[in-house]
Every structure is written in structure tokens, then in C-alpha cells.
């Protein structure tokens, strides 16, 4: 049981990340949980309101190697999310990376963004983006699209230590690729996340080594096609590691 | 209510693909879908045997637009996989594919794999090697890595006019990265998906066009680290649209 938290509002509710946050703390924190995370996917049924709301956490099945959650967001009675988490008894074992961070100047050579007065859950991150960018006024008329893909630093704002709470939100951290390609309308145009799926690559010590450093974040999106557009990220640490992978699905009303 | 198909079996169960076609199938041919789908999360969480099993759905939240069910597959008292889809009432909107179609050779330019005598699934579709493909020989010692990106051309064999059932199947369709780069060992070492998630850019219409006639899929991975790894996937259809695009985690022992 919780209350939701003002500082992480978007339009029309707590945005994602949030969401995705609470639902891994409330399986972190259990005593019955086996090991770190692998994967979590949340599915958004319905904008939270602002109030008091439950968590449900069933474990439909464990065995000694992974262990998988059923998670349930309720409030008013209505579901506003599910998701399901696999946790792991993670062991060293091979390991390999096929990819590399990209080249980019360091974060001190790149502004931040300024988030006053915007959305209150912007001011919750520090931004800096290197490529690609959200636009707050509106596409002239004609004006080609924006770019699909952004990279840039992101870190929770006031600063704290790296863990897989905060990444999970973290990971929904990118803005839509649909309002950075069109720019934004008078009115807005609905949209949001329905499906999110992140997958952790690093475990509790790499996260710890991050400490509170911005990560770097890489997002595209693919294809946007009869209301909805997926969109990719990647979210690397500053030792060059692959931290965290993930793809989510947004609904756009038109 | 159903039995397992032997035709695709795997190691130690039917292929993760069947298990999430299954999924589909009771949710698309559920008198009470809102339309096609757009999201398809899988969680493995225990190899099915041979015999019968049974299929639970529910529909934690439904709207207008979209449309949540929580799917569990049962086997002999014990839940085998959970599953979520998002269905959708999919309308036309604003389009646009960021991506292209790698270019490659005709289907017909490239040789058939033959799955003759090795596992059962493989004879259950063709695939077509165009880079990358399985290590069925133990790699020697000191030999390097494989590749992690496989593309190829893969239809369901016998032929069949493609739908959303058999497209979340085919998604699951490329060998594990892992296998593919390191090569088959003796004993072979335990591997198999934990999760995967789909989404589903086209329409019936769009699946209906490409009848029958075989997919361009291709495959990678980003990171293998503490007993898993991740792949992605695209498939493209014939006139070059990305029909789906996916994720998914791997498990392996060491």
C-alpha cells in the first residue's frame, strides 16, 4: 500500500517510470525474492490518479535458478498496471559484450536541460542530450520530422546511488519518439506508454560502482503504424557497460 | 483445454514459439477480443511435458482503445508460462517506418538448411541462412566466437498463410545467440528462454498479403552476462514492412 508521489507527475499521471519502480521495490524488498532481476515488463491498463493505491505480488513459480513474479497495481478497484519481474540466481558465467558505447563527449561538455515549470516528473532527471531532443512548441506547418533516435545523459535529480529501483525507472526515461519527431500540437495529441520491457545486464556491484554518475541513454524507434510505435533504448554505465536493454510499445491517438 | 504437438518439440519441451502461439490463439479466438494485437510478453517458466495442459485468461482492464489480458499456461497443478497481450481497436493514423529492410539475395539465391534428424521444431519450419546460422559440431578448442547476428529467410513448413498466431511463433524462431556463437558442446549446456516479448506492427490485412511466402527475420545480442543474455529481432514481410519487431532473455548454466 502507497500513496503516489507528486514529484514524478506527467499529463495525466505518475509517467512510467514510476510505475515500473514501484512494482520492482515491491519484489526487491520481499523476503522471498531469490536474486537480482533479469527482465520486467509492465503493462499500463490506466492512468493512476493522484492517492492512495496497492500493490499484489504472487509468485506463479520458482525453482533454484529463476524465480518469476505476478505483480498488480490496484486503485479504486480497477487495475492500473500488471507486470511480471524474473528474478535469478545469478552466478558468473561466460560473459561477453558484442556491443560498445557509443563515442560522445564527456557530460560536462554538454548543456542541461532546463525543465522549470514543465512537467513536474522532467524535474526529477538531469538531461543533457547530445542528439536528438524533445521539442515543447509545435511543428510549423510542413516542417520535416524530427529524428527518431536521441542520445544523451540521464540521472535521477537530486543525485542518489545507481540501483535497480532507480534504473527501472530510468528506463522509461526517454521521451516519446512520436512527440520528438512531430514536435508538439495545440492541443496535444493523447498519447502514452502501454507495454514496457527491460532487461537488467548488470548486477547489484556494477550498479553499486556507478554510484550516482549519469548514464548514458540511446533510443529509436522503428516502425509507427494503426495508433501505436515501439521504441528501443540501451542504457550504458560510465565504465562503457551495458546496464540495461529495453523496448516499449506507446499508443498515439492519431 | 489442449495436448502438446510433438512436431515441435525441442530439448526438453516444445519450442518456446509453440507455447506462445498457443497464448495467442486463446486470446485472438476469445469471443470477447477487442481487435488485433499489439503486445505479446511470454515468461517460461518450466518446461512442458508431453501431455495435456490447460490455458487460463483474464482481462484485468479493458477500454476502448485497448485491451489487457493476463494469460497463465497450466500443466499437472503447475504454471509452465504466464503471458500478457495487448490487443488493440487499431485504426489508421499517422504511419511511418524508420527502418529499412536489410538488402539481401531472392529466397530462392539461398540454400535451405536441412533440419533432417535433429530436433523436431526445426522440420516445423524452413530457414535460410544468409548470415550467421547454428554451430551443430562442438566448436574446437580456442576457436572464436561465432557471429551474433543471424539473417535469414524463415517460413512455417508445411506452408501457410501467415497470421498473428503463427507470427508469434516465428518470432521465436532464431537459434539462440549464444548457442550460434560458441557452437554446440558435449554434454550440451543447459539454455533456454526465460522471456520474450513481441510487438506487432501490421494488421491482418498486412499478414494476409504476405500469404504464405517466406520472412526476412534477423537476430542479435547485446550483452551475455550472469546467466543470461539478451536478443532481439526484427521480421520483415515481402513488400519490405517490418511486421514485428521483438526481445527476448536467455538463460544458460554457464
Redo the contacts between chains.
Keep these: 500500500v502507497g500513496a503516489t508521489a507528486d514529484a514524478y507527475w506527467n499529463f495525466a499521471g505518475p509517467f512510467g517510470g514510476y510505475v515500473a519502480a514501484l512494482c520492482m521495490k515491491a519484489v526487491v524488498t520481499d523476503v522471498r525474492v531469490l536474486g537480482p532481476p533479469?527482465?520486467q515488463?509492465v503493462?499500463y491498463?490506466?492512468a493512476l490518479a493522484k492517492g492512495p493505491f496497492e500493490i499484489t505480488t504472487r509468485i506463479?513459480?520458482g525453482?533454484k535458478?529463476?524465480q518469476?513474479w505476478?505483480i498488480?497495481l490496484i486503485q479504486d478497484g480497477?487495475?492500473?498496471a500488471?507486470a511480471?519481474i524474473?528474478c535469478?540466481?545469478?552466478?558468473?558465467?561466460?560473459?561477453?559484450?558484442?556491443?560498445a558505447m557509443p563515442s560522445v563527449p564527456p557530460v560536462d561538455a554538454v548543456p542541461r536541460m532546463k525543465s522549470d515549470g514543465r512537467l513536474p516528473w522532467l524535474s526529477s532527471y538531469r538531461f543533457h542530450f547530445i542528439e536528438g531532443g524533445p521539442r515543447f512548441t509545435p511543428a510549423g506547418e510542413g516542417e520535416p520530422?524530427g529524428p527518431?533516435k536521441t542520445v544523451m545523459y540521464l540521472a535521477d535529480h537530486p543525485a542518489r546511488p545507481l540501483d535497480v529501483v532507480a534504473l527501472s525507472s530510468l528506463a522509461d526515461c526517454f521521451i516519446l519518439r512520436?512527440l520528438q519527431?512531430?514536435g508538439a500540437s495545440v492541443p496535444m495529441i493523447p498519447m502514452s506508454t502501454?507495454?514496457m520491457?527491460t532487461?537488467f545486464?548488470?548486477?547489484p556491484e556494477e550498479l553499486a560502482a556507478q554510484g550516482d554518475a549519469p548514464l548514458l541513454g540511446v533510443a529509436?524507434?522503428?516502425?509507427?503504424?494503426?495508433?501505436?510505435h515501439?521504441q528501443?533504448m540501451?542504457l550504458w554505465g560510465r565504465d562503457g557497460?551495458?546496464l540495461a536493454?529495453?523496448?516499449q510499445?506507446v499508443?498515439?491517438?492519431?
Tied chains: 1, 2.
Design positions: 533479469v527482465a515488463t503493462n491498463c490506466g506463479p513459480r525453482g535458478a529463476t518469476h505476478s498488480e480497477q487495475v492500473a500488471t511480471t524474473v535469478a540466481n545469478r552466478r558468473e558465467t561466460f560473459a561477453h559484450q558484442a556491443v520530422l527518431s512520436l519527431m512531430r502501454v507495454s520491457t532487461y545486464h548488470a548486477g529509436d524507434g522503428k516502425r509507427f503504424s494503426a495508433n501505436f515501439d528501443h540501451d557497460g551495458l536493454t529495453g523496448i510499445t499508443w498515439y491517438k492519431a
